[in-house]
């Protein structure tokens, strides 16, 4: 992998976590980030870096933030005639700070590569084929509750390590446990994780329903 920059990435912390594959659409209005999208549109590939504000806000600096992030890809960008920006891209592929710099003006690291060990896709994908049906039960749950329902096709990778980090974008998780599934070592062991977050999902909805939660409208 090669970074569209010589050094370091300009970065977003956020209060989410962007995983591969997964739309990641932002309104930006501060300052230092509307330097950061003009830095970002300049170059010959339009990447910034995201990574989780474990500690602190989005505004203002000061925060503590993972080690752990993912490249996104700008697909789309608009300013308004007030100088803010609406941004669409997609996470592209998961990194590892290295190193912060100084805010001046915006957030920015050096990166270095985190992949995936190799696996067998096969086996990958068989080991994905109960979590397919697993968020799908959890969905159900989760719209008895009043949550969107998911489309009855879903439109899903061919290629199984992307597949499974689809599944984690669908699964109803919190920032945490999608900052667990973005560092999980390979795809085996994610799976294996999504499985145990999906069931303990599954497991809360059903106490909430049995207690007496939101029905349907």
Known sequence: MSFPYPGPVPMFPLGSVLLPGMVLPLHVFEERYR???????????????????ERGSEVG????????????????????????WAVISVGTERVRVTGWLADDPYPAATLEPFPDPEVDPALLADALR????????????????????????LDLSDDPVLRGYQLAVLSPLGALDR??????????????????????QEEMLRAQL????????
């Open 210 to 217: 049995d207690a007496g939660g939101p029905g349907p409208d």
């Open 35 to 53: 330097q950061l999208v003009e830095t970002v549109l300049a170059q010959p590939e339009p990447v910034f870096g995201v990574t989780l504000i």
């Open 130 to 153: 109960p979590v397919e049906v697993a968020v799908r039960a959890v969905a159900g749950l989760a719209e008895l509750m009043g949550a969107p329902a998911l489309p009855e096709e």
């Open 179 to 200: 900052q667990r599934v973005l560092v999980c070592s390979g795809p085996l062991l994610r799976t294996a994780l999504l499985a145990e977050l999906l069931a303990e």
């Open 61 to 84: 600096g000061g925060d503590v933030r993972a080690e752990v992030g993912c490249l996104a890809q700008v697909v789309e960008a608009a300013q308004t005639p007030d100088g803010r």
